[in-house]
């Protein structure tokens, strides 16, 4: 059981406007990715280590929480989706684009604030000039398949990640890891393109890079360029050795995958009723460039998303509940496969509940928004008590993260 301590809870981080207990409060994200933020006052998460709570670290190691809100209260239409089993996100065209590996629908939102399913329930008038209905669709919304057939209601999609391709313009969705009829298991890495609340497929390619499971493969993705204009993408294992099962916990043996795609020759691959099927005897295929140690200081069982801000790359544990951040190293913010590498970097732990019990249980999902602030999401939290009770507070949820203190990201 996860070790006890007792503090008393802070008040928001500098930069986060709070009003009385109770009250709203927003944040205003600037630049490039800019979106709005907001909350109330929430109950916060924890650690399991007993004297976690005592530390005097306590304050420089762990994130406070700025926005807490459940997937189900931002839409205003969940189109039939009754679970948002959340595992990546990524800041693009500002907003929150997030891939939930129980649905091929992706939530997008604009705005945290935004109670979308509050205020559809609250106006009946059916006039279409009202303000709150069309504030909740505008802002915050399902993005559908557009060829339903292929991408089916009730199968799912397997995406554990997410990222955005500047080269190609594209998102990029990632299965974690699928069997394939030689016995084999890979990730498969989906070019799609998102229009309005329609997205479409473009293409997909398996990775080289073998894993051992359908459970246990890419959790983050991370798109990067190299120094010769490569487009790579950087793929974080789930497991310890890139491995499952005991080894897979061995904590501190992290690893990413480099990887750049060859695109084959051939008829694109396809999905069939939601089966990623190949029609080629060369497909294309995300071949393996490096494989690289994380620092052993980040002592995670398990690693489960990656984001990048200039120079500094971070990356979550679920069942560690923990984020760590470094420094990579890069020639002019590209990647040399030859001298890439993570540096030691800084744990963090997201914030304990009263009891210094663990609440942050699933995060999955993790992205800068800026050089303080970190978005993420959660989980849908494991039934047939594999979880604690105190697990249901924080699943399929959204979430905001102060940092102690600013990056700096060069």
Known sequence: APGRGRWVAAGFAAGVAATAVGAAVAVYATGPGAAVIAAAPVALASPKEKDYCASPDYRSTTLKTAVDATVFGLLHDNLEQYKFEASG???????????????WAIPVFHDLSTSGAFKATAVQTGNPNDAWKNEALARNFLVMPDDP???????DSQWEAITYSTSREHFIAVQESILFPNGEYHAVLSDIIINGTKWSHVRSCRSEFPFDSDNKGFEGALAIHGVNGEAYILGLCEGNHCDFGKRGREKGNGKLVLMQRELGTGPENVFRQGQFTELSDDPCVYKTIGVYDLPSSADFLDYSDIARRGDKIAFTSQESSALYVADMVLENGLVNPATFKVQEGTTYRFRPDDDCDIVYCNVEAIDFVTDRLLVGASDQMKGHGKQPFQCLEKDQSMHVFVMPDEISPH
């Not at 996100?89 to 649905?103: A, I, K, M, P």
């Not at 057939?149 to 199968?155: A, Q």
């Open 149 to 155: 057939e292929s991408f089916p209601k009730g199968v």
């Open 89 to 103: 996100v990524v800041l693009q065209d500002n907003g929150f684009y997030v891939v939930c590996d129980s649905s």
